[in-house]
């Protein structure tokens, strides 16, 4: 079977015997030997954040070191990578990162090049727009020439362009940008999966609101090497273990329950 990183197979390998202990790993990713290195988002609050003083936060983050426990790691081996929605597959072909989690959508494009565990997460595109905006009310409302802003290399910007021509598209590397354009008056809406756009929302009290209700469906996965089933079916064990434990409903709760998100049942893993 393919080749696999030598931190990984260290993990696996030791978790057992050593549950507590630094275990043997190495290879790709830029970490030391005992560390995994992990993508997630560095700017999306409730979901991947980084914080002030460093430390990172969110539902993707939780379900992230989560997985990491399983395969052997503590929340001190792990070195975070941040990965904008336009590198994720980069950085996983490259040997950068040993998994992402990162609102990372399942798609058949993308499965052609990197492989998924999961889903452990679905949600749907929606609208952010200011709160005393009253005339974007869901998606056919942008067709008039709105100011939409998405990210570069993301499945809500590629649906908007597929389907939705009469819209003034921009994208940006990062939400975080997108949100300060909206902030400024510079664009009319954001778009993005509901829980991404729910966590800015909440960031920042009265200032935006989400409309429209959903116009998709989006399968959050972890994204890890095509070819590496053996990780896949590891990193699928973890997530359900986190589902039926009651730490998957904890996590999300935590993080989203405050932008007034209830948490949906946890999806079933595909095991493809």
């Given at each position: 079977m393919p080749s696999r990183p030598r931190r990984v197979v260290g993990a696996l390998a030791l978790a057992a015997a050593l549950p507590?202990?630094?275990?043997?790993?190495?290879?790709?990713?830029?970490?030391?030997?005992?560390?995994?290195?992990?993508?997630?988002?560095?700017?999306?609050?409730?979901?991947?954040?980084?914080?002030?003083?460093?430390t990172m936060s969110g539902f993707d983050v939780d379900v992230a070191t989560y997985v990491a426990k399983e395969l052997g790691y503590t929340p001190e081996q792990i070195e975070w990578k941040e990965s904008p929605s336009g590198q994720r597959e980069t950085l996983i072909q490259n040997g950068q990162v040993d998994y992402i989690v990162a609102t990372y959508s399942?798609?058949?494009?993308?499965?052609?090049?990197?492989?998924?565990?999961?889903?452990?997460?679905?949600?749907?595109?929606?609208?952010?727009?200011?709160?005393?905006?009253?005339?974007?009310?869901?998606?056919?409302?942008?067709?008039?020439?709105?100011?939409?802003?998405?990210?570069?290399?993301?499945?809500?910007?590629?649906?908007?362009?597929?389907?939705?021509?009469?819209?003034?598209?921009?994208?940006?590397?990062?939400?975080?940008?997108?949100?300060?354009?909206?902030?400024?008056?510079?664009?009319?809406?954001?778009?993005?999966?509901?829980?991404?756009l729910a966590g800015y929302a909440a960031q920042t009290p009265g200032a935006f609101k989400v409309v429209g209700g959903t116009f998709s469906e989006e399968r959050y996965g972890i994204g890890l090497k095509k070819e590496d089933t053996e990780m896949r079916n590891k990193i699928n064990d973890a997530i359900e273990k986190m589902e039926s434990s009651g730490a998957w409903k904890e996590a999300f709760d935590k993080n989203l329950g405050p932008a007034g998100i209830t948490a949906p049942a946890p999806p079933p893993v595909d095991r493809y």
């Amino acid at each position: 079977m393919p080749s696999r990183p030598r931190r990984v197979v260290g993990a696996l390998a030791l978790a057992a015997a050593l549950p507590f202990a630094a275990v043997a790993c190495g290879g790709g990713g830029g970490g030391d030997e005992n560390t995994i290195v992990i993508g997630t988002k560095f700017d999306q609050p409730g979901l991947g954040l980084k914080n002030p003083d460093g430390t990172m936060s969110g539902f993707d983050v939780d379900v992230a070191t989560y997985v990491a426990k399983e395969l052997g790691y503590t929340p001190e081996q792990i070195e975070w990578k941040e990965s904008p929605s336009g590198q994720r597959e980069t950085l996983i072909q490259n040997g950068q990162v040993d998994y992402i989690v990162a609102t990372y959508s399942i798609t058949d494009a993308r499965k052609e090049k990197v492989g998924f565990a999961g889903p452990y997460l679905i949600t749907g595109q929606s609208l952010l727009v200011r709160e005393d905006n009253t005339d974007i009310t869901g998606a056919a409302s942008l067709q008039n020439n709105k100011r939409l802003c998405s990210v570069s290399g993301s499945t809500p910007a590629q649906k908007i362009k597929d389907e939705y021509p009469g819209v003034q598209l921009q994208q940006y590397d990062t939400y975080s940008a997108c949100i300060e354009a909206l902030k400024n008056g510079a664009i009319d809406a954001v778009t993005t999966d509901e829980v991404i756009l729910a966590g800015y929302a909440a960031q920042t009290p009265g200032a935006f609101k989400v409309v429209g209700g959903t116009f998709s469906e989006e399968r959050y996965g972890i994204g890890l090497k095509k070819e590496d089933t053996e990780m896949r079916n590891k990193i699928n064990d973890a997530i359900e273990k986190m589902e039926s434990s009651g730490a998957w409903k904890e996590a999300f709760d935590k993080n989203l329950g405050p932008a007034g998100i209830t948490a949906p049942a946890p999806p079933p893993v595909d095991r493809y």
